[in-house]
Nanobody
Framework: QVQLMESGGGLVQPGESLRLSCAAS????????IAWFRQAPGKEREGVGC????????YYLDSARGRFTFSRDNAKNTVYLQMNSLKPEDTAVYYC?????????WGQGTQVTVSS
């Protein structure tokens, strides 16, 4: 079965960290650009950023830059989103998205809640 599966979400307090994983099955992430999106209650889905196929370059949403870090391990067929100094406004469902010409996949999402 071809799918992307996010994991690692949860409930944390402001200032704490989480690492989200996005694992692919049924296909290889080699050659795919990976983007992360999030959707907060009552808001539209927004892009958090993306990481290149090689992992050497990344783009971040302004509010995430300096706190979030993307990485990928193609050998494990997994990408990661390290989130530090989390804020209540980071609360959302986080999705990973794999894209290359002619092919794309969405994960099912993982909930991140930042609350004291």
């Amino acid at each position: 079965q071809v799918q992307l599966m996010e994991s690692g979400g949860g409930l944390v307090q402001p200032g704490e960290s989480l690492r989200l994983s996005c694992a692919a099955s049924g296909f290889t992430l080699d050659g795919y650009t990976i983007a992360w999106f999030r959707q907060a209650p009552g808001k539209e889905r927004e892009g958090v950023g993306c990481i290149s196929t090689s992992g050497w370059s990344a783009y971040y949403l302004d509010s995430a830059r300096g706190r979030f870090t993307f990485s990928r391990d193609n050998a494990k067929n997994t990408v990661y989103l390290q989130m530090n100094s989390l804020k209540p406004e980071d609360t959302a469902v986080y999705y990973c998205y794999a894209q290359k010409w002619g092919s794309d996949y969405w994960g099912q999402g993982t909930q991140v809640t930042v609350s004291s």
